[in-house]
C-alpha cells in the first residue's frame, strides 16, 4: 500500500511538474510570438509610418491592440498604430494586446528637419555710397525646423548688413 501511495505520489508529481513547465513554456511562447514591426525608428518632424503587431505563428487580424505614447509633443499614434514625428525628442509608443495581456514598445527618435540650401533673392548687388538694399533669404526645406538667420559680411568696411538690409559706406 505505501509503494502504491509513494508511486501516485511521484505520478501526481512528475504530472504537476510536466503540466507547469508546459504551461510555463505556452506562456512564453504567446507573450514572445508577437512583435512589433519595428524595435525603433528615426524619424524627421512630419514624417510617419505604420507600426504592427506582427507574429510568426499566430494570426494578428482579430486582435485588440491599443496604442499610446509616452510623449504626445515628440510623437503621436492613432488607434490603427499610425505614428507621427511631432518634435525633437524621444518617446515610446506602446501597443497593448488586450485580450492577451501583452504590452510591446517600439522607441521613435525624433531629429529635426536640418536646412539643406539658402538661396538669396540677387546674386550680384551694386550699391552707391548711402544707398541700401534689403536682401530676402528663402530656406530649403520649407519644414526646416530652424529658419533663423544670421547675417554676416565678409568686408564690413565697405557694407554693413542687418537682417538682411545692406548698406554701402564706402
Known sequence: MKRVRLGLTFLLLFLFLFNFSAFAKSSINNKTSYQLNFKSKILKIGES?????????????????????????????????????????????????????????????????????????????????????????KVYPNNATNKDLIWINSNPEIVEVYNGKVFAKN
Open 49 to 137: 509610418f505604420n507600426l504592427k503587431v506582427i507574429s510568426k505563428s499566430q494570426s494578428v487580424n482579430n486582435l485588440k491592440v491599443a496604442f499610446s505614447s509616452s510623449n504626445n509633443r515628440v510623437a503621436s499614434v492613432d488607434k490603427n498604430g499610425r505614428v507621427r514625428a511631432i518634435g525633437v525628442g524621444y518617446a515610446e509608443i506602446r501597443a497593448e494586446i488586450k485580450d492577451k495581456n501583452i504590452r510591446l514598445a517600439c522607441i521613435i527618435q525624433v531629429k529635426p528637419n536640418e536646412v539643406e540650401k539658402i538661396s538669396l533673392n540677387v546674386r550680384k548687388l551694386n550699391l552707391k555710397v548711402g544707398e541700401t538694399y534689403e536682401l530676402s533669404a
